[in-house]
């Protein structure tokens, strides 16, 4: 029988190094966003949409350099992909006082552009990010990944968060055709895993790792 959890452990509440909740311009954005909100799940919800929304999805600037991975950066570059977008709102719960962490999964994407397929020589997404947040005594998975205006561009309905059910990707599109299957989870972490991140990133995209040293190196997949 699997152990009922009353209560996540503080670590979920603490700042981390890629998680960097304490840091002003996070507590800033997260006390902007949750003004005029009482309960948690509302404060999430909010959370979800201003990470969402104001911060466009953008799969091709990829920057492994440790003091690149933290979500205060996201802040000021504007964009981001789908780790750096979890990230950031799992910093912004933990600044409202909202437990969170970080979860991985690959995914197959079957309505990917040619040109990010090309780059990657796959449909299959490594490692790809979403935030779990501690709302009414439970965990509740959300991906704030595709903001609005890309959904619509490409036909997708967006990915929307009521704070008790789970929000990741849609299965299918608009017109029900099949758009994003998850084919490999790889857990819950209360930071970023980086070693683990890159390590995946190298097992299934070699031949953008070619001749490159790891640390030092703006990975930037064009």
Not at 91 to 114: E, M, Q, W, Y
Request: with cysteine; proline share 4%.
């Amino acid at each position: 029988m699997s152990e009922t959890i009353t209560s996540p452990g503080e670590e979920y509440l603490k700042p981390t190094f890629f998680i960097d909740s304490d840091n002003p311009e996070v507590i800033a954005f997260a006390k902007l966003h949750t003004q005029g909100k009482v309960s948690d799940t509302e404060k999430a919800i909010a959370l979800f949409y201003a990470v969402r929304d104001e911060f466009k999805y953008d799969p091709y600037h990829v920057d492994l350099k440790a003091d690149m991975l933290k979500a205060s950066v996201l802040l000021k570059n504007g964009y981001g992909y789908c780790v750096e977008k979890a990230n950031l709102l799992a910093a912004c719960a933990r600044a409202a006082g909202i437990p969170s962490r970080l979860g991985f999964a690959n995914v197959k994407n079957h309505l990917s552009t040619d040109k990010l397929v090309k780059i990657l020589r796959s449909d299959v997404f490594v490692f790809h990010g979403y935030a779990e947040l501690w709302l009414n005594g439970k965990w509740v998975k959300a991906s704030p990944a595709f903001n609005i205006q890309l959904c619509e561009r490409f036909g997708v309905p967006a990915t929307e968060f009521n704070g008790v059910d789970d929000a990741i990707f849609q299965q299918y599109d608009a017109n029900g055709n099949l758009f994003m299957e998850y084919v490999k989870d790889h857990g819950s972490f209360t930071d970023l895993p980086r070693d683990l991140f890159i390590f995946e990133l190298k097992q299934f995209y070699p031949h953008l790792f070619a001749g490159l040293e790891l640390d030092g190196i703006v990975y930037k997949w064009e």
